[in-house]
């Protein structure tokens, strides 16, 4: 059959069709996004249960003298705050706290790039060298903690043992409270510098040779390319390490827990840090408002250093 056979059909397949003005309601777009959300919905709401409604009870709770028994007694407003700052326990907390920040922070993300620039132009062996920085990270807190507690014991751990060799005599690394914080720094940075050298090498070996064969054919040195190459193009890399150290160090714990308590620490537990003094208070003496009004304060200060560190290094990228 031909098209001069039927001319009404030809005639209208050439009609435009009619447009009604309205785009219909279910596009192809429309349903991807529905598709993608209804997938998100379970774990959006796990995440609700988990996280964003304990958070918002914690507020709450803050402004009530609560106990495990009352969860609400009585409405005090900002009673707790104020008596939080006359603690002299939660001072000394809070100064532990920003110490171990501090110190973990900076010692792990500078011992972290050098790590990934030495570890960058090592050829052979690189990859094992990789695993052997990163065992610490995947190993789990609590055995690591353990380890280091045999090390510092005063009386037959490895590091009293070397140190004998010199002729100094044995040290209660974790008895001592200022001596303990800073044992509790050195395993801290020993366990986090693999993961902050893995970031940083994902960095370095992102950065596109152009940039520093240009750098070098202008005459820059080792140390210009460094500063005036390499560091600007890492800064996001950096503003990312920062960022977790900064969270994981005021959310320190276990290894204040599990190394300053027992025979070989104090029954005052020598290191108190915001997190175990939150616990304490929370679980121990069950004052519950208390122990919440210590956590929104701890919540505003990473949220704080957060903004701070987001607003010093982007500013410059």
């Known amino acids: 059959m031909t098209e001069t056979q039927f001319p009404h059909k030809r005639a209208a397949a050439d009609l435009p069709l009619r447009s009604t003005g309205k785009r219909p309601f279910w596009t192809v777009e429309r349903r991807r996004w529905l598709f993608c959300y209804t997938g998100l919905l379970p774990i959006l709401a796990l995440f609700l249960v988990l996280r964003v409604i304990p958070i918002l009870r914690t507020f709450l709770l803050s402004f009530f003298e609560s106990n495990m028994v009352n969860p609400q007694a009585d409405f005090i407003w900002i009673q707790n705050f104020q008596d939080l700052f006359g603690d002299r326990l939660f001072q000394v907390a809070l100064r532990n706290t920003t110490l171990f920040a501090v110190a973990t922070v900076l010692l792990s993300v500078v011992l972290g790039l050098v790590l990934a620039l030495l570890m960058e132009r090592t050829l052979r062996f690189g990859a094992f060298y990789e695993t052997i920085y990163f065992l610490p990270v995947i190993t789990p807190m609590v055995p690591v903690a353990i380890i280091w507690k045999w090390i510092y014991d005063p009386s037959f751990g490895l590091l009293n043992y070397i140190l004998s060799w010199f002729g100094i005599g044995p040290v209660g690394w974790l008895v001592y409270p200022d001596i303990a914080l800073w044992a509790i720094v050195v395993m801290s940075v020993w366990k986090i510098v693999g993961y902050n050298m893995v970031i940083f090498l994902v960095g370095l070996r992102g950065i596109p040779e152009e940039y520093r064969e240009a750098a070098a054919l202008d005459g820059a040195s080792t140390?210009?390319?460094?500063?005036?190459?390499?560091?600007?193009?890492?800064?996001?890399?950096?503003?990312?390490?920062?960022?977790?150290?900064?969270?994981?160090?005021?959310?320190?714990?276990?290894?204040?827990?599990?190394?300053?308590?027992?025979?070989?620490?104090?029954?005052?537990?020598?290191?108190?840090?915001?997190?175990?003094?939150?616990?304490?208070?929370?679980?121990?003496?069950?004052?519950?408002?208390?122990?919440?009004?210590?956590?929104?304060?701890?919540?505003?200060?990473?949220?704080?250093?957060?903004?701070i560190q987001f607003r010093l290094i982007r500013s410059e990228v």
């Open 223 to 307: 140390l210009a390319m460094l500063r005036y190459v390499t560091l600007p193009l890492l800064r996001p890399i950096i503003l990312l390490v920062l960022v977790i150290n900064t969270i994981s160090a005021y959310n320190v714990f276990t290894q204040v827990y599990v190394m300053t308590t027992g025979s070989q620490g104090t029954a005052s537990n020598p290191v108190r840090v915001l997190v175990y003094d939150i616990w304490e208070n929370a679980f121990r003496y069950f004052r519950m408002g208390y122990a919440s009004a210590e956590a929104v304060i701890l919540f505003l200060i990473v949220l704080i250093l957060t903004l």
